[in-house]
């Protein structure tokens, strides 16, 4: 399996994000939560809040079909990144996504992400267009 997925079928969000390497976020509510695990996020994400599109899209651009068990999605993951360690983290393509979405309290309080330089190291996980993209990353995040 790969970490990559077909350009057709993933939102202009998810390209720009994924050519660029490049992301935007504010930590506005997302502080709230604290810092999580990745299995930890999943969960939440599809348990709490009623989230389908984290295993529909692994289902749909890795074929692999986890149904929404956690312990299978996260291992499907560190397959496709060759690492038992990763990072999740949500990014939209813009700053103007990010304020659009009320994902940020301020203009100002929205940062750029460099993605990991070697694209291997990271992958899609799930594309819901202008509201964000959640990303998994190995290794450390550039800038």
């Not at 997925?5 to 502080?31: H, M, N, P, Q």
């Not at 956690?70 to 700053?95: E, F, G, M, R």
């Not at 694209?119 to 964000?132: C, F, H, I, K, R």
């Amino acid at each position: 399996m790969k970490n990559t997925v077909e350009v057709k079928t993933i939102s202009r969000e998810a390209i720009r994000i994924l050519a660029s390497g490049i992301g935007f976020r504010s930590d506005d509510y997302s502080s709230l939560l604290g810092k999580n695990r990745p299995k930890d996020v999943i969960d939440f994400e599809i348990n709490k809040l009623g989230n389908t599109d984290i295993p529909e899209f692994i289902a749909s651009h890795y074929q692999d079909d986890c149904g929404k068990d956690v312990v299978k999605i996260d291992s499907v993951i560190k397959n496709l990144l060759h690492s038992d360690y990763y990072s999740l983290i949500w990014l939209c393509a813009t700053p103007c996504d990010v304020s659009k979405q009320n994902y940020a309290d301020r203009f100002e309080s929205i940062y750029q992400v460099n993605l990991p330089r070697n694209s291997a190291q990271y992958m899609l996980v799930s594309d819901l267009g202008q509201e964000g993209c959640l990303l998994a990353y190995a290794g450390e995040l550039v800038g």
